[in-house]
């Protein structure tokens, strides 16, 4: 059983060793998804962390120091909250997954605030949709465990996307999912976009 504490730190600090001192700053552009091209080291732990916290909820994951550890140590450029607001909204990868789920937490909102990935004011989440006041923040953690098939979405919330279009987007993760891609390469250079082929199922 790997929803324990120390499973997750294990996850976590095994993303730690796999950090580099000089990422490339990461692109939020829609067309390019830099994902498949990380090393398998880091997409393990990665795709483990993304379904214990879709399955039971990402508090550990933020007890853990995920974001302190990881994901505030990526490359998100000179403007950090807006790229990684960026990356949110465009990507569909395990990152972007653990990303909305952490921002579907109060614990993991305070994280990400804390390191800097949120923009500055607040970020509309679902007690603020009947005019609360932020009394009922404490009880966000028992409203029952985020997952990718949640109401919050704040990445797409903030654009005015309404549950119709979030269906959509879910059913883009599940094909991105599934998607196939080849890489060709004869080693002569650095792998680009150029040398990866997709093609959804």
């Not at 974001?67 to 395990?94: C, I, P």
């Not at 972007?96 to 789920?101: K, P, Q, V």
């Not at 949120?118 to 997952?147: I, K, S």
Request: with cysteine; hydrophobic share 35%; glycine share 8%.
């Amino acid at each position: 059983m790997l929803h324990t504490w120390k499973a997750y730190t294990a996850l976590v600090r095994s993303l730690e060793l796999c950090l580099e001192p000089n990422q490339e700053e990461l692109d939020p552009d829609r067309s390019w998804d830099e994902y498949p091209l990380r090393d398998m080291a880091e997409k393990l732990p990665l795709m483990f962390i993304c379904q214990l916290a879709g399955r039971f909820g990402a508090e550990l994951l933020v007890k853990a120091k995920f974001v302190e550890k990881w994901l505030a140590k990526q490359n998100w450029g000179a403007d950090r909250s807006s790229t990684f607001m960026d990356y949110g909204e465009h990507k569909r990868n395990r990152i972007s997954e653990i990303m909305h789920m952490l921002m579907g937490i109060q614990s993991g909102r305070a994280a990400l605030a804390e390191a800097g990935l949120l923009p500055q004011g607040p970020v509309a989440h679902h007690g603020d949709e009947t005019g609360g006041n932020g009394e009922n923040d404490e009880n966000d953690e028992n409203d029952g465990p985020p997952t990718t098939e949640r109401a919050f979405n704040p990445f797409h919330s903030r654009n005015g996307v309404d549950g119709e279009d979030d269906a959509r987007v879910l059913h883009e993760n599940r094909l991105r999912r599934n998607r196939e891609a080849m890489v060709f390469s004869d080693g002569s250079h650095p792998l680009t976009h150029d040398d990866i082929i997709q093609r959804n199922p």
